[in-house]
């Protein structure tokens, strides 16, 4: 395998091995989507590019679009499957396909969370969800960013770079578990002492600050999932602000005046816009 399907390949054995449903809390996911509201999605058409196990989908129902449709290139469609099918919403559909070839008739609404910069050509997964998109609908994306995570890039990725070749259960178990109790600590203690008003100008200077803040309101297990998905991808990369100012400009079908890039917990970009 290579490319993307040797990344969608590892993800996929990690996904499955959780349990049904989502992974995340429907705070995370609406703080994850963010500016798009429910008003944006109610009885209109959606496509998510890389659905992984159908964390996000199942809160999207919750949504309530017209329809919805998954798309990924991994076996974690199958986990993606049985999620959807625990909800009560039936309007659905999951594709097992390479997002930067998929084509469609086009969608309201499309996103993609937390899948571009695992691509070995980020741009091409950018130009699926513009080309997927009807005219006047809307798009939005998350990245991790390079702005914010010098602690990751210099000490997280190049571990990543030797691990990801292991199982995913071992990478799971034995390298994110025993790394993900430090910073689970970590996390917690710096949310403890930024309850103290006096400490929060000095503890802003701390590495990851915003983001753990975020992070320590979810337990131990959460820690180690996000560790091992940082671990168990075959490439990673961290997206700066311009690159994706360069991007969006690139397209001619965007409305230049709806785009917003925005920073989310100081170490990721969200960004979206209106198509003409």
Known sequence: MQGDQKTAEAFAKSWNSLPLGSVYTREQFTDWLHPITPAVVTGRTVLELGCGNGSLLIHMADWSPESIEGVDLGESVISATSTMRLGEYRNWKITQADLTTFKSDGFDFVYCIGVLHHLKYPKAGLDAVINNVKGGGRFHCWVYAREGNAF?????????????????????????????????????????????????????????????????????????????????????????????????????????????????????????ARLK
Request: glycine fraction near 4%.
């Open 152 to 272: 990751i890039i210099l000490l997280v990725d190049p571990l990543r770079k030797i691990v990801s070749r292991l199982p995913w259960w071992f990478i799971k178990y034995f390298v994110a578990t025993p790394l993900a109790l430090p910073y689970y600590c970590y996390a917690k203690g710096l949310s403890a002492v930024n309850k103290i008003k006096c400490f929060r100008r000095f503890l802003g200077k701390f590495p990851l600050y915003e983001y753990s803040l975020w992070i320590a309101r979810r337990d131990f297990f959460f820690f180690r999932h996000v560790a091992s998905d940082q671990l168990v991808s075959p490439q990673t990369r961290y997206i700066e602000r311009s690159t994706i100012e360069s991007w969006l400009n690139s397209y001619d079908q965007i409305d230049k005046g709806s785009i917003y890039i925005t920073m989310r917990n100081g170490n990721s970009w969200k960004f979206g």
